[in-house]
């Protein structure tokens, strides 16, 4: 049984800093891990997407040159290292895993953990 635990979110003003982690456990190889985050009244977004090699990274427009995506393999945490953070950025992020990235970024047979409320404030 996939589990997926994020942690790490929290308040915190514009310009700051973040990690977020998920706990990953009972998920087959191969799978493509990454990080989503939905507002009030919009879409849940692909924030960050990493292949199972590590090989392959996705990241929103909106995010990249600001977040990093990163995994330590031998404790099964998935990372999510958020810089500049600016009010927009103010969402609940969830962790997900998918038998490819391909699968992740178009939310198709996500595994999905409860996510972590991540507030900016300006």
Not at 35 to 40: E, H, I, K, S, T
Not at 64 to 90: A, C, E, H, V, W
Not at 104 to 114: A, H, S
């Amino acid at each position: 049984q996939v589990q997926l635990v994020e942690s790490g979110g929290g308040s915190v003003q514009a310009g700051g800093s973040l990690r977020l982690s998920c706990a990953a456990s009972g998920y087959p190889s191969g799978y493509c891990m990454g990080w989503f985050r939905q507002a009030p009244g919009k879409e849940r977004e692909a924030v960050a997407s990493r292949s199972s090699a590590g090989g392959i990274t996705y990241y929103g427009d909106s995010v990249k040159g600001r977040f990093t995506i990163s995994q330590d393999s031998p404790k099964n945490t998935l990372y999510l290292q958020m810089n500049s953070l600016n009010y927009d950025d103010t969402a609940m992020y969830y962790c997900a895993a998918a038998p490819s990235c391909l699968d992740l970024i178009r939310k198709r047979r996500n595994y999905w953990g409860q996510g972590t409320q991540v507030t900016v404030s300006s």
